[in-house]
């Protein structure tokens, strides 16, 4: 389902999906599509997966590992149902498993593609926040996906490794993708068999997974054009023919506690805040949002790109981010959605912008080829984009003093990965003043640039989870600043 007919961007509004009642103690199949590395074909073969189980006539419900905001969206037009991120390093392993519960109780499998290489999470001591680290949480199958050109034997070795590394891994079964042919899978299915090793699953001919259209922050943004209709159904043709989809679905035999938390019903007035949602502006945690929800919030959908205004009755504006730098020529145009932020903002309404939000809200975008289209101007500086990624990883906000998200001391983890830079400190501008110590990778910076008390612009995408009293902070500004 698409927020508006008109847009081929595809998004199931938090407030239309069914939420249903999970069963007590009923187990959820899972199978996890972990890879050794990035690039191996693990993306393409939960898509496969997925979009061939629910041809089946199965309800699938998927899950992406990690902070990714790309994946969701193709895992969520492979199976017909919104999809979410387990992270244990940004909610808690107590979230994850919880949030698998809830999301999995009226679905019959799940599956659940997995982050970089199999052991890769938010540490290199440790696999905390890793694809390994969800599936022991979930007690789910791992079906491990290997690049097998050019190897024969070799490719076992690799497989034990992984079988090896952590006593809790459970790889029930190998993908072997970029195969040279039936030969070349005897052969490995051979060298698994005499190690003791999880048998052979799949094997995927070079070719014969489409390729998937990709740009600098991994795959393009989900929607109709970019994974089609007939390219979802050639993934599970590509499935159906070189995988054992009946062994991978005796083997996903996970049964998970059910530890879904009933809905809490706000107890003050809802507070109406715009959601930012379109081609430009679409990467959003689906959980955060209904955390948003059950802190009171009417989450009420607009797209800058299209809409001439902002819809009637806002409270607060969240701004999300995305790709403004490639819609930025009708952002830009959209002069009449432009002048509705600003005065709505200069009205001492609360505005929360992330990432490409708080590109927005700058004085406008410099391509890398020069040219420059203006934006809103409310951060009075000017974003410029780079040829290479200026920020990628974990991070966490502890607030230095009163923010929408929360009183100074408190705190927030997210995810950073953006291209852009600011080309000027906005704290060297009158009225703005950093609200956040932003910790990453040891190393401590000022961020979360404040203007006044209404307006929060910051490159952190925060996943409100992991401090359900950021998203109630929130809720309650726009709440009062409502009734000012």
């Given at each position: ?7 081929a ?11 249903g ?8 199949p ?9 690039g ?5 073969m939960?898509l496969?997966?997925?979009?061939l ?13 990690g902070?990714?905001?790309?994946d ?6 492979a ?7 387990l992270?244990?390093?940004?909610c808690?392993?107590?979230?994850a498993k919880?949030?698998y ?8 499998i ?12 938010a540490e ?5 926040g890793?694809?390994a680290d ?8 791992v079906?491990?996906a ?6 024969a034997?070799?490719l ?13 891994a ?9 195969c040279g ?10 060298a ?15 070719g014969?997974?489409?390729e ?18 007939q ?8 499935v159906?023919a ?9 083997a996903a ?5 059910r530890k ?10 809802l ?14 945690y ?11 919030a ?37 002069t ?5 932020v ?12 992330e ?42 906000a ?7 998200l ?8 997210g995810?950073m990965f953006h ?13 703005w ?5 932003v910790?990453?990778k ?8 404040l ?12 996943h ?14 726009c ?6």
């Amino acid at each position: 389902m698409c927020a508006r007919q008109s847009c081929a961007f595809v998004y199931i509004p938090v407030s239309e999906k069914g939420r249903g009642v999970p069963s007590v103690n009923r187990p959820c199949p899972a199978i996890v599509a972990a890879g050794t590395a990035s690039g191996v074909g693990k993306t393409s073969m939960a898509l496969g997966l997925a979009a061939l189980l629910a041809r089946r006539g199965m309800k699938v419900q998927t899950f992406k590992v990690g902070p990714d905001f790309l994946d969701p969206g193709y895992l969520a037009l492979a199976s017909g149902r919104i999809s979410y991120n387990l992270d244990s390093w940004m909610c808690g392993a107590d979230y994850a498993k919880n949030l698998y519960a809830r999301k999995t109780a009226d679905a019959d499998i799940a599956v659940v593609e997995g982050v970089m290489g199999m052991y890769d999470g938010a540490e290199a001591a440790s696999s905390r926040g890793s694809t390994a680290d969800i599936a022991a949480l979930l007690g789910a199958p791992v079906l491990l996906a290997v690049n097998a050109r050019g190897a024969a034997r070799s490719l076992a070795a690799v497989v034990k490794g992984f079988c090896d590394f952590e006593p809790d891994a459970r790889i029930i079964g190998v993908a072997a993708n970029f195969c040279g042919g039936d030969r070349h899978a005897g052969i490995l299915r051979e060298a698994l068999a005499s190690a003791g090793l999880p048998p052979l699953l799949a094997a995927m001919p070079k070719g014969a997974l489409p390729e998937l259209f990709s740009r600098h922050l991994g795959l393009m943004s989900a929607d109709t054009r970019t994974l089609t209709a007939q390219t979802i159904q050639r993934l599970a043709d590509a499935v159906e023919a070189h995988a054992d989809i009946n062994a991978l679905i005796a083997a996903a035999s996970s049964t998970v506690p059910r530890k879904a938390e009933a809905a809490r019903a706000p107890s003050a007035p809802l507070a109406r805040i715009g959601v930012a949602m379109d081609e430009a502006f679409h990467f959003y945690y689906h959980d955060s949002l209904e955390t948003l929800e059950k802190a009171g919030a009417q989450l009420v959908y607009f797209s800058p790109v299209r809409d001439a205004g902002l819809p009637e009755g806002l409270d607060g504006l969240y701004l999300g981010g995305g790709y403004p730098e490639v819609h930025a020529q009708a952002l830009s145009r959209n002069t009449g959605m432009i002048r509705a932020v600003v005065e709505f903002a200069a009205a001492g309404h609360p505005v929360y912008a992330e990432c490409g939000g708080l590109i927005y809200l700058s004085r406008g975008v410099e391509m890398a080829d020069g040219a420059r289209h203006s934006f809103a101007g409310i951060l009075p500086v000017w974003a410029r984009m780079r040829n290479s990624y200026k920020s990628l990883g974990y991070a966490e906000a502890v607030f230095s003093r009163d923010t929408l998200l929360g009183k100074s001391g408190g705190s927030v983890k997210g995810h950073m990965f953006h291209y852009s830079e600011l080309i000027e400190d906005p704290l060297g501008c009158e009225g703005w003043q950093a609200s956040y110590t932003v910790r990453r990778k040891g190393v401590d910076a000022p961020e979360g640039f404040l203007g006044g008390r209404n307006v929060l612009a910051t490159y952190l995408h925060a996943h409100l989870v992991s401090h359900p009293a950021a998203a109630e902070s929130f809720v309650n500004r726009c709440r009062a600043a409502a009734h000012v």
